[in-house]
């Protein structure tokens, strides 16, 4: 299967809307629960389904933005470039800079995902998400 620049595009703005809206249904459109999910800092394969998981769990301690700077066709996918905001409802905020090698299934969603992302970001990111859980926990007392 050889990928065209407008599937390309459609499935990169397609999922970078559902990376933003953190919404499941959204997610799964996009992901395909069986996929492969690959991070370069700790080497270890993960699905799609946990991959949809974490990023519910951040968007309810978090906002987030998704800024895309390139799509580059694959013959399986895609490659894209992107900076992610992620900000709490007490206003801390954390930009983190990565890249996505994806490959596309029969269906156009996403079975592969391939992220490269410094380790310290991730780092960085829990801590965010740890303090955004405690702020809206404390909100609710």
Known sequence: MTTSRAEAERVSAALTDALQSADRDRLEAVIDPAATLWHNTDQVESTGAELVTA????GAVCSISLSVGRVGVT??????????????????ALTIHSSFDITLGPD???IRLDEYVDSSALTALGELVADGARHAASAVT
Request: hydrophobic share 45%; aromatic share 12%.
């Open 55 to 58: 990023v519910v769990d951040i």
């Open 75 to 92: 013959d399986t996918g895609f490659l894209q470039t992107q900076e992610w905001t992620f900000r709490t409802a007490a206003g801390a």
């Open 108 to 110: 156009g969603r996403v």
